[in-house]
Every structure is written in C-alpha cells, then in structure tokens.
T-cell receptor, first 118, second 112 residues
Framework: GAVVSQHPSWVICKSGTSVKIECRSL??????MFWYRQFPKQSLMLMAT?????????EQGVEKDKFLINHASLTLSTLTVTSAHPEDSSFYIC??????????????FGDGTRLSIL | GENVEQHPSTLSVQEGDSAVIKCTYS??????FPWYKQELGKRPQLIID?????GEKKDQRIAVTLNKTAKHFSLHITETQPEDSAVYFC???????????FGTGTSLTVIP
C-alpha cells in the first residue's frame, strides 16, 4: 500500500488563487521530503528539499516566494503555490525517504497533484 | 549539481524482444542509481536500483548495469510484455542531501 499520501489529487482554480498541497508519510517519520514538478511527457524536476523544523532548500531557478514549503512535523510537508497563474499548471509530486534505513534507500512517491489554473 | 542524461527518449519494441535504456551522470559522488516506471498520471514506482559498489544487478526480466569509470548505467528488460509499456526514469543520488536527480525519461512501447 501507499506509504506516502498526497492531497489533493486534482485542483482546478482561478488565476491569483493560492493552492496548498499536502504530503504525508504514513508508516514512518520523514525528516526530509522532496517536491517535484512534472510537465506532460517530461521528467520529474526537483524543486526543493523540505527539511523538518528548518527552511527548505530550493533548487536553482525555483522561486522561494512562489512555492512556499512548510515541514512542520515529521509526517507532513506542505507546498503552497502562491498567487497561481496558468503557467504554474503542472503535476506536482512529493516523495519521502524512511530515515530508519541506510542513506540512499529508495524514495517513496505520493500519487501527485494535478494543478490546473484557469 | 548532478546532471543525468537518458537515451533514447522513445523506444518501441516487439513483444518478446529486449529493451535497453541508457543513462549518464556527471557527479562522481553519486553512488545510488534507481530506476522508476511511471504510468500516465500515476506515481513513479521503483523497479530496480543499484549501488556504486556493484556492477550489475538482476531481478527476473530486469537488470541494471553500472560503469562507475564511465559514469553510465543501463536498464535492460528482456522478454518484454505489453504491460511493460510506460515511461521509465533513471536517477542518481549521493549520500550528501539524498536528492534524486532524474533523467529525461524514456517512453517504452511494447507492440503485441
């Protein structure tokens, strides 16, 4: 079964709206979660690394003020797309790694969130 | 940072034939290389992975090879079946940060 839950699965909203996406680890405590963006027929692009209790680490070219990440607990990270515009429409997917295992164990992915901005 | 390249971008094979997908990476610190299969609109699913201390790993019809010197690794699928049709992504990761950097993906079509 799923070990990472992502919600919502699909969001349609008007331009200018802020949208929050949640990523939860179900069977383990994730000190680190990752947020990706995927355009149709393209690869997963790492946006940021979410660290529990500290600031997220953003990849080059990703706007911190646009994509707000909060990792307030060991099982929940949220991504808020602020003042979303049509160009923000994409598939957003999170992942987490169970830290009880050795480093570089596979990441578990959520089901993704399809964001459509009208 | 790490740069992962993947080829080919699309691949069509007849059912029963083999499929090979190749990836290269740039960061010599990368030491973990997973392969994911993603069906349309769904989450990526891990199919096989390899660490830098081995050169080859096999799991039934799927195998992965790694050449650390050349910084490339490959996915081999034998006796392909229509249900193998999907997009496959390679990735590279190091102990530092544990971020995964994905290749550009290969859309595999197995023709019945």
């Amino acid at each position: 079964g799923a070990v990472v839950s992502q919600h919502p699965s699909w969001v349609i909203c008007k331009s200018g709206t802020s949208v929050k996406i949640e990523c939860r680890s179900l069977d383990f405590q994730a000190t680190t979660m990752f947020w990706y963006r995927q355009f149709p027929k393209q690869s997963l692009m790492l946006m940021a690394t979410s660290n529990e209790g500290s600031k997220a680490t953003y990849e080059q070219g990703v706007e911190k003020d646009k994509f707000l990440i909060n990792h307030a607990s060991l099982t929940l990270s949220t991504l808020t797309v602020t003042s979303a515009h049509p160009e923000d429409s994409s598939f957003y997917i999170c992942s987490a790694r169970d830290p009880t295992f050795a480093s570089n164990q596979p990441q578990h992915f959520g089901d993704g969130t399809r964001l459509s901005i009208l | 940072g790490e740069n992962v390249e993947q080829h080919p971008s699309t691949l069509s094979v007849q059912e029963g034939d083999s499929a090979v997908i190749k990836c290269t990476y740039s960061d010599s610190a990368s030491n973990y290389f997973p392969w994911y299969k993603q069906e349309l609109g769904k989450r990526p699913q891990l199919i096989i992975d390899i660490r830098s201390n081995v050169g080859e790993k096999k799991d039934q019809r799927i195998a992965v090879t790694l050449n650390k010197t050349a910084k490339h690794f490959s996915l081999h699928i034998t006796e392909t079946q229509p249900e193998d049709s999907a997009v496959y992504f390679c990735a590279a990761s190091s102990n530092t940060g544990n971020q995964f950097y994905f290749g550009t993906g290969t859309s595999l079509t197995v023709i019945p």
